[in-house]
């Protein structure tokens, strides 16, 4: 029986099995019902079939937009005085929209640091009771064209590097680097935290702000980025090669200013010691150009994703502002240690 005929079996592959041992003449097509059997979900999908033609311009749009920007790093500021929306008593933060009641240990423990960084708590007994009370107002980082690293806590003192898509004209922002350890951005508050933090807003953000003055087209990120990846960085969790070059691009400013030499050693010191010195400015390049493509009508690329702990959520150029969110889960990430 079959031996004589050509079969294809199509879904189930247990009938495949059978007739293989049959010695049948069989090849199994795999097979899923559309949507997953969602009759919805299948009329949804079927529905964007008609205006595909459209959807492909859109995406091609959007490529050429990522493709063409060109982020440059061309200051480092005081959040307040750049970060549109930003305020004394509003935190930013990673993710998208989260209440206080759901924040994860860590965005809760970078908020009440945050707040005594600000001064206007003495201490994180009392900044919990601002909170609670409800003076001090949350917003996703992105909803004010920044970025933040894990818990992404931006606050009005934090001075931020601005980079600026040159080829767009848009600006995003993004925190400085704090370095390895016991941080801010992984929740942790105690005074030594606090004091390295007054050490980055007095000496590290403004020096680095003065040899910025010296570039008279700012520092090139995409160029760094793009050497990097071919020097073994992804540029995310492995970012040695990238803060190497950095390290290339500042000194020679550095050494135009003023500033003296052992408060330049110093921050040199500081930023080579830090393979992720390089992440955060290479952040704000990324939401730069991602936010080229934010409300382009009809496009399906995702313009920005990001975790706060309690939920991962995502963008849809097409969309607009919308986020679409799902429970956070724990990475498995490349170097992630």
Request: charged share 25%; hydrophobic share 45%.
């Amino acid at each position: 029986m079959f031996k004589n005929d050509k079969l294809i079996n199509l879904g189930v592959a247990r009938f495949y099995d059978a007739l293989k041992k049959q010695g049948a003449d069989v090849e199994n097509a795999k097979f899923t019902p559309f949507a997953g059997g969602d009759t919805e979900m299948a009329a949804l999908l079927d529905s964007l079939e008609q205006i595909k033609d459209e959807i492909d311009a859109a995406n091609a749009e959007a490529i050429r937009r990522i493709n063409e920007s060109t982020p440059v790093l061309i200051a480092v500021a005081r959040a307040k005085d750049v970060i549109p929306g930003m305020k004394k008593n509003l935190l930013l933060h990673a993710g998208p929209p989260v209440t206080k009641e759901k924040m994860c240990g860590p965005v809760m423990g970078a908020v009440l640091g945050a707040i005594v960084y600000e001064g206007l708590a003495q201490d994180l007994k009392e900044a919990k009771v601002l909170v609670d009370r409800g003076e001090i107002e949350f917003s996703p980082c992105h909803h004010h064209s920044s970025v933040g690293p894990m818990a992404g806590v931006v606050s009005a003192s934090m001075w931020v590097y601005v980079v600026e898509n040159k080829k767009f004209g848009n600006k995003a922002y993004c925190t400085l680097n704090e370095g390895l350890g016991k941080v801010l951005r992984f929740g942790a508050n105690s005074s030594d935290v606090l004091k390295h933090l007054k050490w980055m807003e007095e000496v590290l953000a403004p020096s680095m702000n003065e040899a910025l003055k010296e570039s008279k087209n700012g520092i090139d990120i995409k160029a760094i980025t793009s050497q990097a990846l071919m020097m073994g960085d992804e540029c995310h969790n492995r970012n040695v090669a990238a803060t190497d070059i950095l390290i290339k691009e500042l000194l020679p400013l550095f050494l135009k200013t003023g500033i003296a030499k052992n408060v330049i050693k110093e921050i040199i010191d500081f930023i080579a010691s830090n393979p992720h010195s390089y992440l955060n400015v290479s952040m704000a390049a990324c939401k730069a150009t991602a936010d080229t493509i934010a409300g382009l009508d009809k496009s399906t690329l995702v313009s920005a994703m990001a975790r706060n702990g309690t939920e991962l959520g995502i963008r849809v150029a097409g969309v607009g502002d919308e986020w679409f969110t799902a429970p956070a889960g724990i990475p498995k990430g490349l170097y992630f240690a």
